[in-house]
C-alpha cells in the first residue's frame, strides 16, 4: 500500500498496522489481556461478608454509587480490587499538589531529569500504598456490621485483600503504559465506565419498549442530547489557542539563518476532567458525612446541594462555582507563565508585538485565564446538563453517568486512537529507511 509520509494515518492503513504490524498487535493483545485481567478481579468477593445485607444498605448512596463507578462495580461487589486504581489516582493528585508546594519535589521535577522523573514515580508508589491501605481500612470498618465473624482478624484479612488488590491493580496500569497502548490508569477507568453501560442501556431499552410514545420520545431526545453533547467535548477537548512564536536569526559560519515561525499551543480546557472530579468530591462530602454521623445539619447541608433536592438551583450554581475554582487552580499547577516566558527567552524566540521578559509573561497570563475561563464555562455546561435533561424527561437513564464519564470516555478514547496513530506513523517512516 502506498502512502504518503505527509499524510495522517487513513483508518484502512492504521487497522492494516493492527493486524499485520507484530509490535502493535503485540502491544494491543497485552493491553486486552491485562484489562480483562483486572476486570475478572473485580467479581473475586471478599469472604465472610453477608453480601445481600450490604447490598440493600447502599442501594441509595449517593457516594457508593459515585465512586463505584471509577472501580466498575468493585465496591458493591465488595471483590478484591473494589479499590480499583482510586489510590494511584488520588496518591497522583497528592504528589501534583505537594510538587507546586515543595521545592525540593519541584528541583527533582524540573531539574534531575529521568532519574528525578523515576524518584517521583517511587514516592507516589508509596503514598498510594499508604492511601490504600487507610482507604481499607476505612472500608473494612463500615463493612463489619456485615460480617459473619467481625472482630480484629477480620479487619486485617480484608485490609491486606484490599491494598494488596490495590497494589496490583497499579501495577498493572504501569505495565499497560510500558509495553501496551495508552495510559494504563486512563484505560483502567475507562474499561469500569465502559462496564456500567449495558446496565444503563438495558433499562432504558425496558423502558423504551413500554409501548408509551411519550416515554419513547423523551428517551430518544435524552440520547441525542448525549450524542450532541460527545461532539461538542470532542471539539472542546481538542481546542487550542496557538500563540505564534518567532525564533531570532542565527549565524552559523557565513551562513545566515532566517527566522522561524512556530506556536504555542495553549488548549481550552487544559485541566480535562480534573475540576469535575474535585468539584464533585467537594459536592459529595457533606451526603457521605451525612452518611456516617447523621448529624441533623449535615442532612439538611446534603438535602440543600442535592439535585435532585428542594433547591437544585443551589445545588448548579454551587457546582459552577466549584468547577470555575478548581479549574483556575488546576491551570495554575499545570501552566506557569513566568516559566514559559523565561523558557522562550533561553531559547531565543518571542512573541510577535510584546517584549521579551514580564511583558511576555503577562501576555501568557492574560491569554491562559480568558481561556480557563472558557472552558470552566463549558465544563460547567456539561457538569449541569444530565442533570437538567434526566430531570426534565424523567428517564434515569445515565443516573451517575454523568460529565465526568463522558469527558473521561471520550478523553482517553482521544488520546488511545492518538497514541495508535503516532505508532503507526513510526512504523512508516521505519519502513522507509528499511527499503
Known sequence: ???????????????????????????????????????????????????????????????????????????????????????????????????????????????EGEAGRRKISQITRYVALGWSVLQSIGLALWVSPFAENPGPLFTAEVVLALSAGAMFVMWVSELITERGIGNGASLLIFVNIVAVLPRSLGNTIELAQSGDRAIVGRVIILLLIFLAMIVGIVFVQEGTRRIPIVSARRQVGRKLYREKTSYLPLRLNQGGVMPIIFASAVLILPASLSQFTNNPILVQVATALSPNGPTPWLYAAFYLTL?????????????????????????GASIPGIRPGKATTEYIERVLNRLTFLGAIFLGFVAIIPTVVETATRVPTFRGFGATSLLILVGVAIDTAKQVQTYVISQRYEGMVKR
Open 1 to 111: 500500500m502506498v502512502v504518503s509520509r505527509d499524510k495522517a494515518p487513513t483508518a484502512q492503513e492504521t487497522f492494516m498496522q493492527m493486524a499485520q504490524a507484530a509490535g502493535l498487535r503485540g502491544r494491543i493483545l497485552v493491553t486486552i489481556g491485562l484489562l480483562i485481567l483486572v476486570r475478572l478481579g473485580v467479581f473475586l468477593p471478599i469472604p465472610g461478608i453477608d453480601r445481600a445485607a450490604f447490598s440493600e444498605n447502599i442501594q441509595n448512596s449517593p457516594v457508593i454509587g459515585f465512586l463505584d463507578l471509577f472501580v466498575g462495580g468493585g465496591l458493591s461487589a465488595l471483590g478484591i480490587f473494589a479499590l480499583g486504581i482510586l489510590p494511584f489516582i488520588n496518591a497522583s493528585i497528592i504528589m501534583q499538589l505537594m510538587t507546586a508546594a515543595l521545592p525540593t519535589l519541584e528541583d527533582l521535577q524540573k531539574n
Open 323 to 347: 468547577i470555575l475554582f478548581f479549574s483556575y487552580f488546576y491551570a495554575s499547577l499545570i501552566l506557569q507563565p513566568v516559566d514559559m516566558a523565561q523558557n522562550l527567552k533561553k531559547m
